[in-house]
């Protein structure tokens, strides 16, 4: 994709591209992009990057976190700096900022705005449709997992990690006494108050847990720190609990509390086989049933990048899940990092 250069913009393919000289914690080669909803006709950001070549490549999407927007460079520079080091597009987009109004969180005109950035970016782009891919932790991992389930047509790969599942639930465990924190009033912000009675409706349509098992078919790699819940904001029961919505064999809700109840595998799960790619991050449990796994692991509320676009990168549409990595490529520019919402 061409530079851009500070203090101008051009309008390609039917979309605004804002050049900046520096967005902050952003590669220069990342543009600005306007996309106007299929939704509501409204401009919606985004940034994206693409590379030169004519052949087609593999698409990049990813999601910011719970309280951030577009501009969230802590793991959306990593994303960016793998698909410059692959060849692969990227784009990251806003999906209506921090999920605290009623048009983000989940909604349909969130979940429209993804489905929209994929859209411009095969559009004005040569994306390979067979090799779309997903990532996102925390309210990304969220988002990946509501866009997993709603739009399963689309993705070659959802990587989610420390993601909500269950909106009511996660209201409830950040309400102390009846009292709401900092993250139960988002909640309350988006749904227009708490989650009872004819709200818990809207509640469950933003929960991936209502839609996951539209995602049977597609490759999904689910992921939490053992610890999430405890030092972090998501307990890791809720990537369990997604886990059961895409197999055949769930995994028993009594068992599922009582793991994260003790922090103690329960003695009929099977110890899982020590991987490579967590590094330090010692696997504690793992789960795989045909197109989905879920892996528990010796860390919080983080994602781990070299485990996550490896995975990735092995996987096309239509295909069944390719679960081991022979030889796993570097990831260049970020350790592995705890991630916030």
Known sequence: MTRFIALCSVLIGGSLYQAH???????????VIQISSTADQSPQPALTWSPTTQEARPLLVGLHT??????????????AQWCMDQG??????????????????????????????VAHLQK????????IYLIGVSGGGHMAMQMAGR????????????????????????????????????IELALGGAPVGALLTQAAQRSPLTHLARAKDVPLDLNHGIHDGRTGSVPF???????????????????????????????TWPAP?????YGSKVVLFRKTSANARVTLFEGGHEILYTPSLNWLA???????????IATPMPVSGAAETKSGL
């Not at 784009?91 to 969130?110: H, I, K």
């Not at 004005?124 to 090799?131: C, E, P, Y």
């Not at 997604?242 to 003695?267: C, G, H, K, M």
């Open 237 to 267: 029961r809720h990537s369990l609990l997604a886990f059961n919505r895409v197999v055949d064999s769930p995994l028993p809700e009594t068992e599922i509390r009582a793991y994260y109840d003790t922090q103690q595998r329960p003695t």
């Open 66 to 79: 719970w309280s951030g927007d577009y501009q969230q460079a802590a793991n959306g520079r990593v994303y």
């Open 273 to 277: 086989e020590a991987d490579p790619l």
């Open 151 to 186: 739009h399963p047509e689309i993705w070659a790969g959802v990587s989610a990690w420390c993601g909500i599942s269950d909106i009511t639930a996660w209201h409830t465990e950040h309400s102390k006494n009846g009292v709401p924190d900092n993250y139960a009033r988002h």
């Open 314 to 324: 092995q996987q096309q549409k239509g295909k069944p899940a390719v679960w081991k």
């Open 21 to 31: 000289s520096a967005l902050p914690g952003w590669q220069a080669e990342v543009a």
């Open 88 to 117: 692969w597009h990227f784009v990251y987009p806003n999906f209506r900022g921090p999920n605290q109004t009623p048009a983000a969180m989940g909604s349909d005109l969130a979940v429209q705005d993804v489905v929209d950035a």
């Open 124 to 131: 004005t782009q040569h994306v390979d449709a067979s090799r």
